[in-house]
């Protein structure tokens, strides 16, 4: 899998391809799919401290810091998925012969972030000119 690096931040390009829901969401509906997540890490820590009650504050925080890790970068996510991914109305420019590209798909990238790892969604464009010619919409 080829391997970049962005400001520190290594990113690994996955070449599957899915067809996710419309985009961009509302806010309502990131925000529903957040809480989703936050309720998610209650209910695994919550049955977790059931099945360990001898459970030390250092256990307990350790165990949260792994379900946080899980969580934040779900919830990253549902915060940068939902809106714009590189989608742009009018194609962008290919570099080499400067025709305007096509959009292929959306294609998804795992970003292994501080805080957690995230699968980032992204506009995918061809260019029909010069054989495979690609872009991924930077950020
Ligand atoms: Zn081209």
Known sequence: MPTIRVAGIKIVKKMKTEKKMSRPKSREK????????????FDEMDNWYDKNPDASFEDIENRARIERREMMGKSLGVLINGRDVGKTLEAPDCDECEKAMTFKDY???MIY????????????????NCEKQTLFPPR
């Open 107 to 109: 294609r998804e990238k």
């Open 113 to 128: 972030g501080i805080e957690g790892d995230t699968v980032l969604e992204r506009a995918y464009y061809v260019c029909d």
């Open 30 to 41: 990131r925000k529903k799919a957040f809480m989703q997540e936050a309720e998610k890490l």
